[in-house]
Each structure stands twice: as C-alpha cells, then as structure tokens.
C-alpha cells in the first residue's frame, strides 16, 4: 500500500483476547484530530508508516498521546521523505510522550519498489543508531510483504519487530501465507500489519471487490485473530477511502467513506476463514502483483445487475446494488431526507425508501442525507464523499 498510512489498532469486546488495527492514509492529515476523535472510539492503538507531518512541533506521536492512543511509529523511507526528519519527529514525540510510542517500524513494502535488502537494512541500523544516541529505547523493525521476508530472511536479523502484509485479495489465503511466515522465522517477532478486502473498483482474477465481502473478509478476520494469529496486533487496510490511489481498487479498501462515515457496524457474527493450502505456498505481493497464483475464492458473488429500460414506469421493489464510492449520478431527484447512523445503516435506510417509491431508479448519500433518483444517468467519478447505488 501507499506511503502515508497509520494504522490504528483496535479491541472488540467479542474479541477481548485480541486487537485489531485500520490503516489510516495521510493525505487529509490536517483533519487528524477530527479522524481521531471518531477512531478513539473504536480503536485503542495507531501505527503509522509516517511520523513527520510537516511540522517541528507536532507529530503524530503527539496526536496519537492527545487521543489517548498508543503508537507503533513509522518512518518513511522513499519517495523523496526526508529521513532526517522523519527521525527528528520520532526522538521530538518519544521525548514528549515516552510511554505512547510501543514500537518503530523503518520503511513499508520497499523491497516491492526497487530497493534491495542491503538499502533497507542500512536504513535500519541508521535509525537504530540515532534513536540509540538521544535515549529512545524503543523495538526498531520493519514491515515488508511476506514474499520480501521469504525471498530475503536475512533481513529479520536486524529486526526486533516484523511487520507483514498480506492480502488473500491477490491471492492465497491470509492462514497459508502467515503460516508460511511463522515456519520460516518462527511467531515470537511477527506482526500483521496490513490486511483488507476493497469495498468496490473491479476484481481481481476471481477475486471480487463488493460490500459484502469486504464486510465478510473484516468479520473473518476477527475470527482468525481471534484464534491467536496474527502477533501482538493485526493492522487491517484500512481507515477511509483515498479516490486519489490506483488501480480503481486502491480507492475502495477504506472501512469508512473520503468523509470518515463508517461504512458497517463493526458488530456482528463472522464466518470461518477458508481452510490454509498446502504448505509453503509462493506469497503473492500486497501491491500491483504481477500474477496472483491460486487466488481463492471471493466469500460471495456480486453479478451485474439488469436494470429495467424504464425507470419513470418501475413499480416499488427490486435489489439495491452494490455501492459506487464517491460517484454520483446528477439530477432526476425526486425527493431527499437526512438521517443518522453508521454508514451500513445509512444504505439500509435509503434501500428501503428506494424499494417501497414506485419509480425509483437508484439513490445517492452525500453528508447524511438520502437522495432518492427516478434516473441513474450521467455517471460522475471522483465526487468525493458521495455514495451512489443503483436499483436493479
């Protein structure tokens, strides 16, 4: 995944022996204490791939302290970041609030952009030495996927910590793949760091991207964390919604909308996670994989819904379809209303107005209100923040 992430850890009373973390993006990093107030409320621990945010006196070690989080603090290492920085932020915060800051992960799936074991390592030793000199006695690790452990192990002997991604939505199942990982290195340093499902953007090989099983990935994860894998927490990709990644995909994988509305209530039963292939399986990357080899089956279909040709003589019934994220089909409103509630509720209630309008072709949800539509034409990408679903 992408550079400017956090990664938020949190304990479900269902799940009292584990927690679980969500991935939290950057790029609306202004916001962070708006986006954290909502997250304190379900989430216990951040972790951050970036702890400089461009400024000398405030990072997120100081953001995640304010809101009563712990931090697993990161440091970036491509793309241009100063790493001089990026240091300086995480000696500045750990002085401030030494017992907010659990671990520091140096660089996030590097090995999958270019560089090689060697640059990372020096990277490594490079924080590991100026942490050391101004007193922050923290773990120091890195995160990579699990093909970048597997292919270059050496790289654990300088790790206290080892961050791993994984996503059985290019391929393979979450159990083989850590599985694999655990038989290499052994479970004692190992940490989930990255998981997730997307919401919509297209499938991948028969991997399919839609609500529910984006939804049924979430609660199977639960449940495997549950079981006790996963190490001290599993990171799960991840906050809100970016409309600014690619492929189409990379936009979806948000457990709530570009505004910070949750999507679902994280309550609910979970399906058993499917069983573990054979042993040793070849990981597929985390990000823009060549080949997902043995990807495993979605948890549910999601086919293409037909539309009736004439929307002004529908009569009320008919499926609600799967959401389009920040998409939005302009005009034809026949009427709207507010409401409240999680975003899973939001899409319950406006389905259900949608069904019982005779003509209803569809409806949208921007800000908390229902837009119920007698046509779904014009179809407008990147309408941050807007949520279309189409009545087949």
């Not at 990093?29 to 461009?54: E, G, M, P, W």
Request: neutral net charge.
């Amino acid at each position: 995944m992408l550079k400017s992430v956090f990664c938020l850890v949190a304990a479900f009373a269902a799940t009292a022996t584990a927690s679980m973390g969500v991935c939290y993006d950057t790029y609306d990093f202004k916001n962070i204490d708006k986006h954290f107030t909502a997250l304190s409320s379900r989430f216990q621990t951040v972790r951050t791939f970036q702890t400089y945010i461009y400024s000398d006196t405030r990072n997120v070690i100081d953001a995640a302290s304010d809101h009563g989080l712990g931090i697993y603090a990161g440091v970036w290492i491509r793309d241009g970041m100063d790493f001089n920085k990026e240091i300086k932020a995480v000696i500045d915060g750990y002085h401030r609030h030494p017992n907010t800051v659990k671990a520091v992960f140096v660089g996030n799936e590097d090995l999958e952009n270019g560089w090689n074991a060697q640059r990372v390592i020096e990277k490594i030793t490079a924080a590991r030495s100026a942490l050391k000199a101004a007193g922050v006695n923290v773990r120091i690790g890195t995160v990579q996927t699990d093909g970048g452990w597997l292919n270059n192990p050496g790289l654990a002997d300088v790790c206290d910590i080892m961050g791993v991604n994984i996503y059985s939505f290019f391929g393979g199942t979450l159990e083989g793949r850590w599985s694999a990982m655990v038989s290499k290195f052994g479970a004692n340093k190992l940490m989930m760091t990255e998981t997730g499902w997307p919401f919509g953007g297209g499938n991948y090989g028969n991997n399919v991207a839609s609500y529910t099983n984006a939804v049924n990935y979430f609660h199977q994860v639960q449940n495997w964390m549950a079981a006790g894998n996963g190490g001290e927490n599993v990171m799960y990709f991840m906050y809100h919604d970016n409309s600014g990644k690619w492929p189409e995909y990379e936009k979806h994988f948000g457990l709530a909308d570009a505004n910070g509305n949750w999507k679902f209530d994280f309550s609910g039963s979970a399906t058993n996670p499917t069983s573990a292939p054979s042993s040793n399986p070849t990981p597929a990357p985390s990000s823009n994989p060549t080949s997902a080899p043995n990807p495993a089956p979605a948890p549910s279909s999601n086919p293409s819904p037909t539309y009736a040709p004439s929307p002004s003589s529908r009569a009320p019934g008919g499926k609600c379809g799967g959401p389009e994220w920040n998409t939005d089909y302009p005009g034809n409103d026949m009427f709207n209303f507010a409401m409240a509630g999680d975003f899973g509720s939001l899409l319950n209630k406006c389905c259900s107005k949608c069904q019982s309008t005779s003509g209803c072709a569809g409806y949208a949800i921007y800000n908390s209100r229902c837009y119920i539509k007698s046509a779904m034409q014009g179809r407008k990408t990147g309408a941050n923040g807007v949520t279309a679903v189409k009545l087949a």
